[in-house]
């Protein structure tokens, strides 16, 4: 599966970016889809991951309250909405996917290592 991210961008703390990942050459719908991100000088992390159907999702504490995740099965898209931004969420942020993944398990969900698939990034930067 091909995974293009976008809608990354420049926002002043405290703003809000939606994050779309559209998916092509499989069933969108056999996939567990994943949000990363990397900031400078970091280690890739997890932030945030969705059911195939959407049913169900798990995310980081750190965003907890401020990020949602969601997908459309029908468009083949994935969304990270985020809210409240803060300059510590400045990042790459990586959309990924696995068919095999149960992410009812943190070790399993959490770990970069488990997605066979990942987008090309789309950078996010929080300041004034």
């Known amino acids: 599966v091909q995974l293009q991210a976008s809608g990354g961008g420049l926002v002043q703390p405290g703003g809000s970016l939606r994050l779309s990942c559209a998916a092509s050459?499989?069933?969108?719908?056999?996939?567990?889809m994943g949000w990363f991100r990397q900031a400078l000088g970091k280690e890739r992390e997890f932030v945030t991951v969705?059911?195939?159907?959407?049913?169900?999702?798990f995310t980081t504490d750190s965003v907890k309250g401020r990020f949602t995740i969601s997908r459309d099965n029908t468009k083949n898209t994935v969304y990270l909405q985020m809210n409240n931004l803060k300059p510590e969420d400045t990042a790459v942020y990586y959309c990924?996917?696995?068919?095999?993944?149960?992410?009812?398990?943190?070790?399993?969900?959490?770990?970069?290592?488990?997605?066979?698939?990942w987008g090309q990034g789309t950078l996010v930067t929080v300041s004034s």
């Open positions: 969705i059911s195939r159907s959407g049913g169900s999702s």
């Open positions: 050459g499989r069933t969108f719908s056999d996939y567990v």
């Open positions: 990924a996917a696995d068919r095999e993944i149960s992410i009812l398990a943190k070790r399993n969900r959490e770990n970069v290592a488990k997605y066979e698939y």
